[in-house]
Structures are given as C-alpha cells and as structure tokens.
Nanobody, 125 residues
Framework: QVQLVESGGGLVQPGGSLRLSCAAS????????IGWFRQAPGKEREGVSC????????YYADAAKGRFTISRDNAKNTVYLQMNSLKPEDTAVYYC??????????????????WGQGTQVTVSS
C-alpha cells in the first residue's frame, strides 16, 4: 500500500523543539520532491517547507525561515522537519505530501493532493 505517515507531533512550550517525520511505504521517497504543510483551525492549509529530489534544493515559507529545517534520509525512506523556537502560531496539524514540485523560490502543487492523517503540533504554555 502506497502511503505517507506523519508522526512526531505533540504539545510543546513556546521556544521548544519538535522533529516531525514523514515515512513512506510502498514506494521510494528519493524519487520525489517532498513538502510539509500545515493547517491551523479555521485557516487554509499552507506550505511550510519542501525539498527536491534532484539536488536537495529546499524552500521555506517566511514563517519557517531560520527556525525549521527539512531533511531527508533516503536509507530510512523518511523526510524530517526539525522545528525549533516554536511559537504558539505554529500550532496546527502538519502534513507531508509528494504531490508537488519544489523550487528554491517555492513549490507547485499537482492538482488536488491526497493528504494523510497528519500530526498535531500544539505550542502552548
């Protein structure tokens, strides 16, 4: 079965860190660009970061720059999002997707991506 499974979310205090994982099964991630997205209550889903399969080019939304780092471990078929200096406004459900092309200036979604269950990140004191 082809699927992506997000994990690593949780409750963290402002200023804390979390590392999210996006594990693939049924296919090899290293052939795909990967993106992390998030959706806060009452808001539209937004792109956070992505990494290309071609040369490792990365993109970060302004809200993520300097605090988040995306990486991929092809041996583990997993992509990570290291999130540091978390803020309450980072609270959201985080999703990963391969239905995109990633560039240093942004990303382009392919049609209507299929989303997994996501992982909840809550930043609160």
């Amino acid at each position: 079965q082809v699927q992506l499974v997000e994990s690593g979310g949780g409750l963290v205090q402002p200023g804390g860190s979390l590392r999210l994982s996006c594990a693939a099964s049924g296919f090899t991630l290293d052939h795909y660009d990967i993106g992390w997205f998030r959706q806060a209550p009452g808001k539209e889903r937004e792109g956070v970061s992505c990494i290309s399969s071609r040369d490792g080019t990365t993109y970060y939304a302004d809200a993520a720059k300097g605090r988040f780092t995306i990486s991929r471990d092809n041996a583990k078929n997993t992509v990570y999002l290291q999130m540091n200096s978390l803020k309450p406004e980072d609270t959201a459900v985080y999703y990963c997707s391969t239905d995109l092309s990633c560039y240093s200036s942004g990303y382009g979604l392919w049609g209507n991506p299929t989303w997994g269950q996501g992982t909840q990140v809550t930043v609160s004191s």
